[in-house]
């Protein structure tokens, strides 16, 4: 009969405890599981958002950078820029030193041409106005020796076949839409103001 108290049925606690550990495991790894896959999809979701602001964040600058652009200008209103340097092109005529006199007024220098590429463009610019204009180039000091407004010696030039000639004394050059030619310096023609222009910065 005493054997008969070792046994166990079944709905005991022992029993139970011996079939419930594997379901427990079970429970523990999926809950890991779930767990793992949540925090998975919460990285995900957070990268993704990430993207997204960083992405957002780089218009916003690209939108200031444009704003930026828009409101820098390399010139002053009315003034034509090219390459480093700011244009004036008068809408009087006058002589050739009120027009020194003119553009000084402007914080600027009758036009010293540096290159063939600065010619064209003031070529160009004499085709539209229809009509001569003053550079900043005199011999008045000395005859034939033709200096700039800054006084720098004449090196490269743009004369016309047969000029300058000093026809009736001639001191001073004007630009046409063929070269440069030497005339009075008491005749009226437009003139170009030129001076540096300013660098635009960006972010």
Known sequence: MEE??????????????RVSLPLVLLLVSLGIFVLLVTTQV???LSQKQLQSELKEIQEQ???MNASLASLCRPCSQN???FQNSCYLLSRTQTNWHASVSACQDQGAHLV??????EQRFLQYWSVRKDGRTWIGLSDHHNEDAWHWVDNSPLQLSFWVKGEP??????DCAELSTTGWNDIKCDAENYWVCEKPSVPCTSL
Do not use: H, R, Y
């Open 112 to 117: 010293i041409v540096n290159s063939g590429e």
């Open 4 to 17: 008969m108290g070792d046994f166990k049925e079944p709905g005991s606690p022992g029993c139970l405890t």
């Open 79 to 81: 003034w034509e820029p």
């Open 42 to 44: 919460q990285v995900a």
């Open 61 to 63: 600058l690209a939108w």
């Open 165 to 170: 000639n000093n026809a009736g004394d001639e």
